[in-house]
């Protein structure tokens, strides 16, 4: 009884460890994307820092006249 009970809980313990790998396999692939978009938001913001300073810097000249 016991060697069929063992063999019942191994399978059981596989079949969790085989469920938490599909999960962390969806977790990097989630994470993975993520981090894909905030760099691409990260650049957006770059450029967009970039254009309002140019704007900035063309105000202080007109003032300055």
């Given amino acids: 009884l016991q060697l069929v009970l063992l063999s019942v809980v191994i399978v059981g313990q596989?079949?969790?460890?085989?469920?938490?790998d599909i999960r962390s396999e969806a977790m990097y692939s989630d994470a993975d994307s993520m981090l894909h978009e905030v760099v691409k938001l990260q650049d957006h913001l770059v450029a967009q820092h970039?254009?309002?300073?140019?704007?900035?810097?063309?105000?202080?000249?007109?003032?300055?006249r």
Avoid: F, P, T, W
Wanted: hydrophobic fraction near 50%; aromatic fraction near 0%; charged fraction near 25%.
């Fill in 50 to 64: 970039r254009v309002l300073g140019q704007l900035a810097d063309r105000l202080a000249k007109l003032e300055g």
């Fill in 14 to 20: 596989n079949e969790l460890a085989s469920a938490a």
